[in-house]
């Protein structure tokens, strides 16, 4: 496997705080399934956690910003 968080508990991708979430989003630069991790998260709407480097604050960002612009999230 590739990603930078094999080994790491999952419990640090699911921060209470915001000294936790920049916790995560390290672990995640510059891992090279980092966009994947984004993609599925952003695709099937997960809620909770920090995946491919966004929090949930900044996926929900994201996505407002792709509805807005018209821009498809990858479902079907």
């Known amino acids: 496997m590739y990603a930078k968080c094999t080994g790491i508990p999952r419990a640090t991708f699911f921060p209470d705080d915001s000294v936790g979430v920049k916790v995560a ?6 891992c090279r399934v980092r966009s994947q991790r984004l993609d599925y998260a952003l695709a099937n709407r997960v809620e909770h956690g920090v995946w491919g480097g966004a929090s949930e604050r900044e996926r929900r960002r994201m996505l407002r910003h ?3 612009s018209g821009r498809s999230t990858g479902r079907s």
């Open 25 to 30: 989003k390290r672990v995640c630069a510059g």
């Open 66 to 68: 792709r509805r807005t």
